[in-house]
Structures are given as structure tokens and as C-alpha cells.
């Protein structure tokens, strides 16, 4: 029982299912930065015309200042691994093997973090600082996984 005003209510429970399978569109900016990704294996950041922050992945406002962001700029491959967790226990929508680790990674040219998995790694050794570079699928498809994961240098 809840309670509302003093009075008290029952609790109704709706049964729903948890994967919903979807498309939206990635609109402008993020396209124009999956596309890069897809075709030239180039990592771009968009840059806040006033505060000067990169985003990376590009997004079309600034969290900051609210400003609309237009100018691209080339990241690096490389960067920092600026936080981490190993996945131990499957979800329904993991898409690799368990376990794995996952990543905040800080590339060199941007202001943010891009989370992704790790790769090549003994998990032992992960640790935060650590250098990492972008390994690339052979194919890809307009999608962040077009990274394949990112590996300690
Ligand atoms: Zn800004």
C-alpha cells in the first residue's frame, strides 16, 4: 500500500518486457561524426565555440554553455583511460562475451569521455591513466562499434 494525501492506495504493478528493439535517426551532427568513423576511420570532436570544449562523440549543444557547436575538429586515436569497470554478469542486450571491461576514455584533442569497451587487455593491469588506441573493424557500418574496442599502447 502507498499512501497519497493521508489515504491510503493500493500499489498496482504492470508487467511490461525490457528489450525494446528500435531506429531513430542520428541526426546531423551525429551521422556526420558515425559517417567519419564508417569511412575514414577519422575520430572528430565538435567544438564549443565559447567555452571551447570538444565533445566527443560530437553532439549539436553545448552541455555547458548551450550553444549551438559547428566546428569540427580532428581527435586522436589515442587517449587516456579515465575510468573502468569489468562486466562479469550478462545483460539482454551485451553484444560481446562476458567478461569484459568497459571504458572512459579521454582522447587526445577532446574535452569529454567516450565510453567503450577495452580490448587486448589483462584486466589485472587496467588501470586509470592507462594509454589506449582505437582498433577499427575491417567492416563497418556507421555505428560506435565501428570502433572495435580500444587497446592499452
Ligand atoms: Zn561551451
Known sequence: MGEILGRA????????????????????????????LRDEKKIMGIKCSVCGRVYVPARSTCLKCFENMEEWVDVSHEGTLEAYTILYKPGPLHI????????????????????????????????????????????????IRDIKYFKPL
Open 96 to 143: 560481446t562475451d562476458i567478461p569484459y571491461a568497459l571504458g572512459i576514455i579521454k582522447l587526445y584533442g577532446a574535452g569529454t569521455g567516450l565510453v567503450h569497451r577495452l580490448g587486448e587487455v589483462d584486466f589485472k593491469k587496467i588501470s586509470i591513466g592507462m594509454k589506449v588506441r582505437a582498433v577499427f573493424n575491417e567492416e563497418r557500418k556507421g555505428d
Open 9 to 36: 492506495v493500493p500499489i498496482i504493478s504492470n508487467e511490461r518486457p525490457r528489450i525494446i528493439r528500435y531506429s531513430n535517426s542520428a541526426g546531423p551532427i551525429r551521422s556526420k561524426f558515425l559517417i567519419s
